[in-house]
């Protein structure tokens, strides 16, 4: 079975600039999540959704919003990119409640 | 305030040596722990979780790790450290009910080893 897919890779952005991030979850998995990993630091939960509805928040400013579609695949975006948006963005999915967190390879995003 | 806290940013070992990596949180529901390690510029692997029950639990890799309620910390350990061992990792915090989403993380220990 394929694990959590995300594209691109790897992104590079001007300032002001708008991003979209893409995550496919593993097969049958309802719940993606979304976090932010600064450089030597550990990841920021940004985002959660689980059976298409947003279920936590974490604290980011609303320049960041995210959905989730039918097939429980997501998209992150982010609008008016800083430089300090320069990040690894990481998705998460998981199957129900009470059960771990498999994460995809990221993406590497840099705003110039 | 919610938080995880891993001590040691960085941390050397001998090929062989034993290991271990400190954790601690603060969560105020009951808490789900997971130890995650991290190669430069991946993704998160998980190498192991507490949910409940026995308080000493065995991942992989070879790792354990022991949840002590009363010293609210699970650090993680491994008896013979290997080179391919050299990562990030990080200790994770997470509550029942939560789809495994809204983690919060520490800001990671970074594992060289010396041959």
């Known amino acids: 079975d394929a694990g959590v897919t995300q594209s691109p890779t790897h992104l590079i952005k001007t300032r002001g600039q708008h991003v979209t991030l893409r995550c496919s979850p593993i097969?049958?998995?309802?719940?993606v999540s979304w976090y932010q990993q600064v450089l030597g630091q550990g990841p920021q939960f940004i985002f959660q959704y689980y059976e298409k509805e947003e279920r936590g928040r974490g604290n980011f400013p609303d320049r960041f919003s995210a959905r989730q579609f039918p097939n429980y695949s997501s998209e992150l975006n982010v609008n008016a990119l800083l430089l300090g948006d320069s990040a690894l963005y990481l998705c998460a999915s998981s199957s129900s409640k009470n059960t771990e967190a498999f994460f995809g390879q990221g993406t590497r995003l840099t705003v110039v | 305030a919610q938080s995880v806290t891993q001590p040691d940013i960085h941390i050397t070992v001998s090929e062989g040596a034993s290991l271990e990596l400190r954790c601690n949180y603060s969560y105020g529901a009951t808490p789900y722990l997971f130890w995650y390690v991290q190669s430069p510029g991946q993704g998160l692997q998980l190498l192991l979780k507490y949910f409940s029950g026995d308080t000493l639990v065995q991942g992989i890799k070879g790792f354990e790790a022991e949840f002590k309620r009363s010293q609210s910390s699970f650090n993680l350990r491994k008896p013979s450290v290997h080179w391919s061992d050299a990562a990030e990792y990080f200790c994770a915090v997470g509550a029942k009910g939560n789809q495994g989403g809204k983690l919060i993380f520490g800001q990671g220990t970074e594992l060289s080893v010396k041959p």
């Open positions: 097969s049958g998995h309802k719940s």
